[in-house]
């Protein structure tokens, strides 16, 4: 690896028109400084871009200097692939333009949005797309991951409603990629992550969606665990596309609408989103609220941009994360014993472990119809450590390791690359799946020299 010189930084900046941050300046900390605190790198430079040919720029001199390249949209990567230690990290979150179009419902969208931009600016007309829960996290990374939340059972996945993309490959080209135009690369761009080049323009198709929707959280003591995750699994093998329900179970927040001595007890929480008529849907979830006698709930119609933001609270940035994750296409009693076995033993306030219900349109399309092929899961499971102190690491990955390997086996084949950790690049592989070895031509095709590998990494072998 070369160390960049002064005259390297001249050459660098005369092609650029945005942003350029060194160690030492002001920014610098903030920028490099991604969601997981897990992650400590120092890039060499950080490139702020502002338009694609500052991308294409950062691109060809990072090619011909040799540098490592990571690319940030939103940072929220969990294995902080989105910066790199000395190399250059090409950094988008200043591109954030959006264009709505309502008569044909399409958006196309800059990688620099973050999910509550994006919302924001297709709520206005009462339009989405199917992306995560969490409003901070980027489109980018999401959506070239798969990408998926509360209307992806009744939408499909973000990759679904993807219409077409601008890259800008590793040779520093700009490319048009969709069904009709370089379409094997937008067929890996659709779950191959950031493999394949730097997508500077995504454009999605939207839905109807609210703005207001039926959507809120029932909470059951720990102690009912196994008849309310029963229930719940059963439930959501029948459940109409419309309706989606989560399972989380963690220490409970100091909710106001559960009583104080609740408060930072484990709990089992049934999280609810209906899209579509909300009288319809109070009939559908009518029958949760017999799984126990909760604790307590907060249900109600509210701005479907208000539910998306629900969780941002609890998943702020700089604790510390660490996470492992399985796809299930059915929520059997052994994984129900295994959640309910290491939720007793929760190895901070922050941990917790969720199943993301999935299902309904995300299992109807083919396999082989684009890079993301999981399409035989119902549920992801993420077990969700997360702390403060480094202090707490050991234990807290441990735990986390423990209930991985004891749901392991009821687990299906795949897995979330938007969920895998820095350390799992064994499971690489595993996690794409029965595309990966089309992947790897493509790789080969369009990045044979693997300039993109601070990513869920596919070599071009
Ligand atoms: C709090 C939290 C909640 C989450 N909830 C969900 C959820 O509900 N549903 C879900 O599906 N996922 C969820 N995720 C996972 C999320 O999809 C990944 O963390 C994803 O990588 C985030 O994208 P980003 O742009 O923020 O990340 P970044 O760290 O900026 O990027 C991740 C990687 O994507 C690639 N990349 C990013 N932008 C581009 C681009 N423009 N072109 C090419 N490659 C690019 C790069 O390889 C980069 O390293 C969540 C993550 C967090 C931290």
């Not at 665990?225 to 459940?239: G, H, I, N, S, Y």
């Not at 799946?433 to 990513?455: A, I, S």
């Amino acid at each position: 690896m070369k160390q960049l010189q002064d005259a390297n930084i001249d050459e660098f900046k005369e092609h650029f028109q945005g942003e350029v941050l060194l160690p030492g300046a002001a920014g610098y900390e903030e920028v490099r400084q991604i969601w997981n605190a897990m992650i400590d790198r120092r890039p060499a430079l950080i490139g702020r871009c502002t338009t694609p040919e500052d991308v294409a720029n950062a691109v060809r001199f990072s090619r011909k200097h040799n540098m490592l390249v990571s690319v940030r949209g939103g940072g929220h990567n969990i294995a902080g692939n989105s910066v790199c230690d000395d190399g250059i990290m090409i950094d988008l979150s200043l591109m954030k333009s959006i264009h709505v179009d309502p008569k044909v419902r399409r958006a196309t969208v800059e990688p620099g949005c973050t999910l509550a931009d994006f919302d924001a600016a297709a709520q206005t007309h009462g339009l989405a797309t199917p992306l995560g829960i969490n409003s901070t996290t980027g489109v980018a990374g999401l959506t070239l991951g798969g990408g998926f939340g509360w209307l992806s059972r009744k939408f499909g996945l973000s990759v679904d409603n993807l219409l077409s993309a601008d890259v800008v490959t590793a040779d520093g080209n700009h490319l048009h990629a969709s069904k009709t135009e370089n379409s094997d690369l937008f067929w890996g761009l659709r779950g191959g992550g950031g493999n394949f080049g730097i997508v500077t323009s995504f454009e999605f198709q939207l839905h109807p969606v609210g703005p207001d929707l039926l959507s809120g959280l029932i909470v059951f003591p720990f102690d009912q665990a196994k008849p309310v995750l029963t229930k719940f699994a059963r439930f959501t093998e029948t459940m109409p596309d419309e309706l989606n329900v989560w399972m989380v179970t963690r220490k409970a927040p100091p909710l106001p609408f559960l009583p104080e001595d609740v408060h930072g007890k484990t709990v089992v929480v049934l999280a609810i989103c209906y899209v579509g008529d909300p009288a319809e849907g109070e009939k559908l979830i009518e029958p949760l609220r017999g799984f126990g006698t909760a604790h307590g709930e907060h249900i109600g119609v509210q701005p479907y941009t208000a539910w998306q933001q629900t969780f941002d609270p609890l998943l702020t940035k700089g604790a510390r994360n660490y996470w492992k994750s399985h796809n299930f296409s059915k929520i059997s009693e052994g994984v129900i014993e295994a959640i309910i076995e290491y939720a007793a033993m929760l190895p901070s306030p922050q941990c917790e472990i969720f199943i993301g219900t999935i299902g309904g349109q995300t299992t109807r399309i083919a396999p082989d119809a684009m890079a993301y092929s999981s399409r035989d899961a119902n549920y992801v499971m993420n077990v969700h450590g997360r702390w403060e102190s480094a202090a707490d690491d050991a234990r807290g990955i441990s735990w986390a390791r423990q209930f991985f390997t004891k749901s392991k086996p009821f687990a299906s084949d795949g897995a979330y690359i938007n969920f895998l950790t820095e350390e799992e690049t064994d499971r690489i592989a595993f996690a794409y799946g029965t595309t990966y070895k089309r992947l790897v031509e493509l790789k080969k095709k369009y990045d044979p020299t693997n300039f993109f590998r601070m990513n869920q990494n596919i070599r071009p072998v």
